[in-house]
């Protein structure tokens, strides 16, 4: 084809087939594919209730006595993120009892999770109590000491009447501006899961969230508990350089 036939803003090379066997041809296959899904993982405790009866109380008086960990953009967001009152920890303190009821459960949601041989390294560790509008600005989890693969957040106390969810946000939401999505692809640059006090979640990374203002909710605080890990072994392949 040269320039001289070119006589509209769509062109096509003329071929043998009919306009009427092209539209059979395309309704006969669903011509609308999806590439590179980012996969999360989502489950949920049964004895969500005792976990609740056992920390909640312990956590809400504790994290009263926490300061905003230094470079968050948070307005005051009560988390264990810096580091639990010294001789009050949950996590990695000399009293492990609380460590060893969370460990058992957040290991069992791993295991279900991962579908061959694996061995992780859980460097951090921590919760976040949400009681008068708190929020959290975007971030993500690629930091820390060694890097993280996964992050994991377990919605302890969680009503979504009330509380807001995490909200995801596509990774290459910059790179899409460069191109333009139809309206049938359905597509934002945010996403929301549909949590349920109990529910626990893991997703790489990468992925950033953030937390939205919420009402006041003083009688029924929103707290999770979050962890990143590292993978140092899955299917006899090491990643612990």
Known sequence: MSSKDIKGPINFIKNDTSNKTLLEIS???????????????HLSMTDNDKLKDLLIDKIVADAKNLEIPEGWFTNKLMTSFDGEPRGKEIFFGEDDTYQK???????ACI???FDAPYKIDI???????????????EHDHVGGPHGSHYSCIHFLSF????????????PLSQLRNLSVELDRNNYA????PEL???????????LSHSVKPGKPTPDYP?????FNFRVLDYQGEMYND
Request: with cysteine; net charge negative; glycine share 4%.
């Open 27 to 41: 309704k006969s296959v669903d011509f609308v594919c999806k590439v590179f899904p980012i996969t999360y993982y």
């Open 101 to 107: 009821v969370l460990e058992k459960r957040y290991g």
């Open 111 to 113: 295991n279900a999770i």
């Open 123 to 137: 460097d951090e560790i921590w919760y976040n109590v949400y009681m008068n509008g708190e929020w959290q600005e």
């Open 159 to 170: 009503d979504p009447k009330i509380h807001q969810p995490v909200e995801f946000r596509d």
């Open 189 to 192: 640059h945010t996403w929301y």
């Open 196 to 206: 349920k006090e109990g529910d626990f979640i893991m997703f790489p990374s990468y």
């Open 222 to 226: 929103r707290i999770t508990i979050a």
